[in-house]
């Protein structure tokens, strides 16, 4: 049953995510104690804090809080307005990790509005900014999309007065982001193709990469897998031109996360090479938890394709996975999962155990959207199982969830659930009521199915008119630097002519030295320019690489020109041909008629 199928992996999922979402990764955990250890320098410190309390995020919440404390405190003591802004974002960010978490939501939202209290009070616009950003990333996961849109709104007001391009790319993702969750679409696209531009005009490979990643949960969000796939390989691909120790351990993350779409694809035989691949390359690095996302992720390709037995010995085998997921505080997905592949598998009393172990944490401490997936899974255990009463009051419990989420496709769903359980208990009125509620929304679905076909192509109309404006302008720069090429290497030729020309007249030879210096001094700046601009393909850019290649031209042409310029300026002030060439072309185009030179 697809739906069904969809439903039940949203809680698998979360780990992999979160551990996706830190920006640090715990091998350097060592380095990093060892350097905070030796620092005294209040902005170091609040750095390594930071880095220090999300990695704790995926191996031990107590730290990771205890962490985060401290780096608020330290910030506090040092009145420095901006770090303790910093430290109360770090700590909103840590927490934002768990999103399926009400009770991490409410601490992240807390620790914005703090920060965005302190940025305001101390008029620290570019902190305002990043705090809204913030709240706009945290209410979009709830989802609340308007308030998500006002934070944004916000945002950008403070940003379109800054000179901050990285900022206005990040403000670019985030309305992107936003408008994905309120289904405006093209809008969506608009603004990460807006970002990327700016991100490409910058040459900043971190901003570029990730405007591909938005890019790729856009195109995954219309069903275009293989175009999300060919912009998530494109992020992979600008890995390798960082060079920080972080890259060999995003890598992992990436290669799970092509992974993750070729399952959203159905094409599991290449989702589980990549989450090999994946787990390959964190063997090769020596980190065992960098494993887990592709682990979980080859469980979920077992259930997606209906091989619950297979599913549950991966699972048992498996014991790290579990243990890493209960680390994450995150234990009742662990039950969630086994009560799924006992329903599959028509154990329902076992399954009715691990539902019921896992309750209080769905019910008290989940988003909706995990309610509703522990809800609706609950009531397909107890229609299997024949206990129709109970089976009603969980799809109504989910009904409502996915009500006050406004998903249609969830309302479908639970309302097929519906008329086939009242149909069940020989509720036909109730039946008739949900089975008209189904068709509704299969209807209004089938026409948005349309409208997602005509979304994909005008997506890419939208792509490729701004992949041939930035040719066009490309072109017309080259154009446009071409011809100043020409018109400065004329400018050359003819004040070097001029040059000869004085030597030939009788010009004083300071005149000459003077207008010879100038002439040589452009002529071989010209030679470096045309050098620089041509050795990028050797150097790529690298600092040290173009300081030795410029040393070595100019150890080269610094002499010549010297060498050069006094030669032809000594040549052209003392030699007596030229003077009596000047003479006769004198003579011959400047006297009068009927008369002759000396």
């Known amino acids: 049953m697809p739906t069904l199928k969809r439903t039940s992996l949203s809680v698998l999922l979360l780990a992999s995510t979160i551990f996706a979402r830190s920006q640090q990764t715990p091998a350097v955990i060592d380095s990093l104690k060892k350097k905070l250890s030796k620092t005294t320098d209040i902005n170091e410190r609040s750095d390594l804090l930071g880095a220090l309390s999300r990695i704790y995020m995926n191996t031990n919440l107590a730290i990771a809080d205890s962490l985060g404390k401290q780096m608020i405190e330290e910030a506090e003591n040092s009145r420095d307005r901006h770090l303790i802004v910093e430290a109360l974002l770090t700590n909103g960010d840590r927490n934002s990790y768990f999103a399926s978490q009400k009770e991490k939501v409410n601490k992240a939202i807390a620790y914005y509005q703090q920060a965005l209290q302190v940025a305001r009070d101390n008029k620290l616009d570019k902190d305002i900014a990043r705090?809204?950003?913030?709240?706009?990333?945290i209410y979009r996961s709830i989802p609340d999309a308007e308030k998500a849109f006002n934070y944004c709104n916000q945002a950008f007001s403070y940003i379109s007065m800054l000179d901050n391009d990285s900022l206005k790319v990040q403000g670019y993702l985030e309305y992107g982001a936003v408008y994905n969750v309120k289904r405006e679409k093209l809008l969506a696209l608009r603004n990460y193709l807006a970002g990327l531009k700016v991100a490409e005009e910058m040459k900043n490979i971190r901003l570029m990469r990730d405007c591909y990643g938005s890019l790729t949960n856009f195109y995954s969000s219309v069903g275009d897998y293989d175009k999300a796939i060919d912009y998530q390989v494109k992020a992979l691909a600008l890995l390798d031109k960082l060079k920080d120790g972080q890259v060999k351990y995003n890598k992992v993350v990436f290669q799970n996360a092509v992974g993750n779409l070729y399952a959203q694809k159905k094409n599991y035989d290449?989702?589980?090479?990549?989450?090999?691949?994946?787990?390959?390359?964190?063997?090769?690095?020596?980190?065992?938890?960098?494993?887990?996302?592709?682990?979980?992720?080859?469980?979920?390709?077992?259930?997606?394709s209906n091989r619950p037995a297979e599913a549950l010995d991966y699972f048992n085998k498996n014991t790290e996975v579990k243990q890493f997921i209960t680390n994450l505080g995150m234990g009742s997905s662990i039950d969630m999962a086994y009560g799924y592949i006992y329903t599959e598998l028509g154990s329902y009393d076992s399954a009715a155990y691990y539902y019921n172990k896992s309750a209080p944490f769905f019910e008290n401490n989940s988003n909706q959207a995990s309610r509703y997936s522990y809800y609706f899974r609950v009531g397909r255990l107890n229609e299997l199982s024949g206990k129709m009463p109970k089976a009603i009051e969980y799809f109504t419990r989910a009904k409502e969830v996915a009500y006050s989420i406004g998903d249609p496709e969830r309302i479908r769903d639970v309302a097929q659930q519906l008329d086939s359980v009242y149909t069940k208990a020989g509720d036909f009125r109730q039946a008739r009521e949900y089975n008209a509620l189904f068709y509704q929304y299969k209807d209004s679905l089938e026409n948005l199915g349309k409208e997602k076909d005509l979304l994909q192509v005008e997506a890419a109309d939208i792509q490729q008119r701004e992949t041939r404006i930035a040719k066009e302008e490309a072109e017309k720069k080259r154009i446009r630097n071409y011809n100043q090429y020409i018109a400065i290497t004329i400018g050359i030729a003819v004040l070097f002519v001029l040059l000869v020309l004085l030597g030939m007249f009788k010009v004083s030879a300071g005149t000459i030295r003077a207008i010879g210096f100038f002439a040589f001094l452009i002529f071989f700046e010209f030679i470096f320019l045309m050098f620089k601009k041509n050795i990028y393909s050797i150097t790529h850019g690298e600092p040290w690489k173009d300081l030795a290649f410029m040393i070595g031209l100019a150890a080269l042409l610094v002499p010549l020109h010297h060498w050069l310029e006094e030669k032809v300026l000594h040549y052209l002030t003392s030699h007596n041909l030229l003077t009596a060439a000047g003479k006769h072309i004198k003579t011959k185009f400047f006297s009068k008629p009927g008369t002759t030179g000396e």
Request: hydrophobic share 45%.
């Open 131 to 137: 705090s809204y950003l913030a709240l706009s990333a």
């Open 270 to 304: 290449m989702a589980n090479s990549w989450f090999e691949r994946a787990i390959r390359t964190a063997d090769s690095i020596h980190y065992e938890p960098l494993k887990m996302p592709a682990y979980m992720g080859i469980l979920n390709n077992y259930l997606s």
